[in-house]
């Protein structure tokens, strides 16, 4: 059952150690992904329990259900987006829970598997991480929007120093032929964007990062989540969020330093805690994400 999960989850240790994990508590894994933090959670506390929480139905189908088999009665499985936590809270008649993990990253699962996300495979430019939640693909935005929108959409989500030349690339390009894969969007941009010897990513990956960013709603569905999780934490409940991009770490960090303000949240990390070298070497995912940890009062 192990070698399904070849998706490595990071920070496993710095997860382990700011949740702490006790008998007899109940987790809440709103990210569930492939299963690597929920299998390590239940793993490190034999007597506790985890609530495991994805809006991508086929990961909790495919990795959910060996980890159920594995752990009876210890895990539960619930479909569903984040963001909507306090209506799933309310359906699942969940009153309170002892600690949250949430990582916002992108698994390599789904870069591979997902129809859009990633710049090396040829498919269709979707970029939903659950169809069933979000109605947009990539190519219509692509297609619908302004010219200053998409600029925007590159500029403030995916951080792309060309994203003026890649916009205007994009509206003149759509009026001959309508861009409808990743390849006809990466080589697009592979012409509009210099080519830099010392930059190892490709060139289009700012402008996917955005895209699926901007499809998904993963700023705003960020910002939900936070003010659900802290309703239904105990007193001296965990609530333990990673991130892998500068906006998302950003508005976690602002959250926590609001509630913190008002006598909410006690923050446990007094600076982000990043991976160590050692395990970007094992994990390259890891390089970017940034954990940071707080206590309901």
Same mark, same amino acid.
């Given at each position: 059952?192990?070698?399904?999960?070849?998706?490595?989850?990071?920070?496993?240790? @710095?997860?382990?150690?700011?949740?702490d994990?006790? #008998?007899?508590?109940?987790y809440? *894994?709103?990210?569930? %992904?492939?299963g690597g933090?929920?299998?390590a959670i239940?793993?490190?506390?034999?007597?506790? +329990? $985890?609530?495991?929480? *994805?809006?991508?139905?086929?990961?909790? /189908? +495919?990795?959910?259900q060996?980890?159920?088999? &594995?752990?009876?009665?210890?895990? !539960?499985?619930?479909? %569903?987006?984040?963001?909507?936590?306090?209506?799933?809270?309310?359906?699942?008649?969940?009153?309170?829970?002892? %600690?949250?993990?949430?990582?916002?990253?992108?698994?390599?699962?789904?870069?591979? @598997?997902? #129809?859009?996300?990633?710049v090396y495979a040829?498919?269709?430019?979707?970029?939903?991480?659950? #169809?069933?939640h979000?109605?947009?693909?990539?190519?219509?935005?692509?297609?619908?929007?302004?010219?200053?929108?998409l &600029?925007?959409?590159f500029?403030?989500?995916g951080?792309e =120093?060309?994203?003026?030349?890649?916009a205007?690339?994009?509206?003149?390009? &759509?009026?001959k032929? !309508?861009?409808?894969t990743?390849?006809?969007?990466?080589?697009?941009?592979?012409? $509009?964007? #210099?080519?830099?010897?010392?930059?190892?990513?490709?060139?289009?990956?700012?402008?996917?990062?955005?895209?699926?960013?901007?499809?998904n709603?993963?700023?705003e569905?960020?910002?939900?989540?936070?003010?659900?999780a802290c309703?239904?934490?105990?007193?001296?409940?965990?609530?333990?969020?990673?991130?892998?991009?500068?906006?998302?770490d950003?508005?976690?960090?602002?959250?926590?330093?609001? !509630?913190? =303000? /008002?006598?909410?949240? !006690?923050v446990?990390?007094?600076?982000?805690?990043?991976?160590?070298?050692q395990? $970007?070497?094992?994990?390259?995912?890891?390089?970017?994400? +940034?954990?940071?940890?707080?206590?309901?009062?």
């Open positions: 059952m192990d070698k399904l999960f070849y998706h490595k989850p990071v920070l496993v240790n @710095e997860v382990l150690h700011y949740l994990p006790q #008998p007899e508590k109940i809440l *894994d709103v990210t569930f %992904g492939t933090h929920t299998k239940l793993e490190r506390e034999p007597r506790c +329990k $985890v609530i495991a929480l *994805d809006w991508d139905s086929v990961s909790l /189908e +495919k990795y959910g060996p980890l159920v088999e &594995r752990f009876p009665s210890r895990l !539960k499985l619930v479909w %569903g987006n984040f963001a909507l936590l306090y209506k799933i809270i309310k359906k699942e008649k969940i009153v309170a829970v002892d %600690g949250i993990l949430a990582d916002f990253g992108t698994s390599q699962i789904q870069i591979k @598997e997902r #129809p859009g996300f990633s040829d498919t269709i430019l979707d970029m939903r991480m659950s #169809p069933a979000q109605k947009i693909t990539a190519a219509q935005v692509l297609q619908d929007s302004s010219e200053e929108k &600029r925007e959409i500029w403030q989500l951080e =120093n060309h994203a003026r030349q890649i205007r690339a994009i509206v003149l390009g &759509r009026k032929k !309508k861009i409808k990743t390849r006809q969007l990466a080589d697009l941009i592979e012409r $509009v964007v #210099p080519k830099n010897r010392k930059q190892k990513i490709h060139p289009a990956t700012r402008v996917f990062q955005a895209l699926r960013i901007y499809v709603k993963e700023l569905n960020i910002t939900s989540f936070l003010s659900s309703k239904v934490l105990t007193p001296s409940g965990r609530l333990v969020c990673i991130s892998f991009h500068s906006l998302e950003r508005i976690v960090k602002r959250f926590f330093k609001e !509630k913190s =303000n /008002e006598g909410i949240l !006690k446990l990390t007094e600076t982000v805690i990043l991976a160590s070298d395990e $970007v070497k094992i994990n390259p995912s890891a390089r970017s994400a +940034k954990l940071r940890a707080a206590e309901r009062l």
